[in-house]
C-alpha cells in the first residue's frame, strides 16, 4: 500500500495579511509603491471569502462609525475634497481590520507581526544609515519611525519569547530579537520610545506570569495595578511637567519637548473656534492654507512636508472635533480596557502582546498622532484590539452560560434545625 505525501496546504488570507502588512511596516523599503501594494491585498483579502467578510463588517459594524463620522466632515469642511478622499480610504482601512480579526487568530497575528517586523530590523542592521546629529535611521524615514518600529518589536519579540506553545526555535528568535531591541532603541536616541517599551514589557510579563494565579488573587493583582495607575496619574498631573522637564534635561533634548507645547498652545485654540464639529477631516495641514504654512516656517519645515501637533487628542480634535475625538477615545481606551479585563480572564501571549501594544499607543497619544488615519498599522491594530477582546470576552460569556448549573443540595436547612446532630461533610459544589 503506498502512502501519499502529505498534501501542501497554503493559507491564501495568511499571505494577503502578510503582504498588507509588510507594505504598510516596511513603507520607507516599497516606497510610492506602498499603498498600492496594501490597497491589492486588503482588496485581495476582501474578495477572498466575501461571505465572511460580510459577516464580520455586520458583527462590528459600530467600528465604521469614526470614518462615517470623518466623510460627514466634508459638508463643513474648508477642503471638503480632501475630507471626502481621505475619509473613504480611512473607511477602507478600517474594514480591512475589521476582515482580518474573522480570518486570522491573535495568535497567528502576533507571528506573523514577528516575521514582518522582525525584516525590518534585519534591514536596518545591514543596510541602515545614520541621519543628523548621529542617529541611527535604519530603513526609515527619521529616527522617530526608526524608534517607534524598534519599540513595537520588542514588544512582539518578548511575547513570542514566553509564549509556552510556540516551538523553542520561535521562542529563540523570539529572545534574540528581545536582546538585540535594546541597543537599537540606544542608537535611535529616542528616549519617549525607550521609557515607555518598560511598562508595556511589563504588562507582557505580568500577564503571562497571571496565569499560575488563582481567580482572586489575579483579582487582587488587578486592582493593584488599577491603584498605581490611578497613582501615577495623579503623580503626572500634579508634577507632570517638572519630570518631564528632568528626563528631557537627562537625555540632552529640549525640556518644550521640541516646540510641541508652542503647538499645543496654537492647536487649543483652534479647537476653541470650532470645538464640536472641527475644521474638517484632513484639513488643516494643506498647502496653501495660511495657518498651516505658518507653522512649517516657524518650525522650519517644507511645506507640504508630514507634519502634526504631536499630541493625537489636539491633532484630531481640531480637524473632527470633540465628537469625532470621543469615537476615537472609545476605540483606543475601550479597546485597552476590554483586553485587560479578557487579559486577565484568558492570559496568553498573543493577548497580553495587544494589551501591550494598545497601552504604548495611548502613552504614545500624548506626544505623537498614530491614530486615526489611513493606511496606518497602527490604527489596524488599535480597531483589532478592540474586536478581538469584544469577541472573546463575548465568547466567555457565551461558554459560562452553556454550562449546566450545578443542582442545589437538598435539606441544607435541615443542618439548622438540629445542631446538636453531626455536620455532614461540606459539599464540594457549594
Known sequence: ?????????????????????????????????AALTFMACSGLLVISNVPAS??????????????????????WSQYPANSLRYGAQLAFTFVVAIVITGRLSTT???RLMFLVYGIGVIASILFGRTGTGGAWLGVFGSKNAFAAHIAVFALISIAVAVDGKSHWL?????????????????LAQSAGASLMVAPCAAIVVFSILSARLTGVQKLFMFAMLVILAAALVVVVITTGDALLAGILEGSGKDATLTGRTDLWATGLSYIAERPLQGLGYRAFWVLGFAPAEELWAMFDVPSGAGFNFHNTYISNAVEIGLIGLALQVAIMYGGAILMAIYTFSRPNAPNAL????QTLMIL????????????????ILGVATLIYAAAGLIALRRQAAAMPRRPRPEGILSHVAAPARPRPLPNPHL
Request: some cysteine.
Open 1 to 33: 500500500m503506498t502512502t501519499l505525501p502529505p498534501r501542501l496546504t497554503i493559507d491564501v488570507a495568511y499571505l494577503l495579511i502578510f503582504g498588507a502588512f509588510a507594505a504598510l511596516v516596511l513603507n520607507a523599503m516599497f516606497g510610492p509603491l
Open 54 to 75: 460580510i459577516d464580520s463588517v455586520g458583527r462590528w459594524w459600530f467600528v465604521l462609525l469614526l470614518p462615517a463620522y470623518c466623510l460627514l466632515t466634508a459638508l
Open 354 to 357: 495587544l494589551l501591550s501594544l
Open 108 to 110: 497567528a497575528l502576533m
Open 170 to 186: 520561535l521562542r529563540l528568535a523570539g529572545m534574540a530579537g528581545a536582546v538585540a531591541s535594546a541597543p537599537l532603541l540606544v
Open 364 to 379: 504614545r497619544s500624548f506626544i505623537e498622532v498614530e491614530v486615526f488615519f489611513e493606511f496606518s498599522i497602527r490604527s
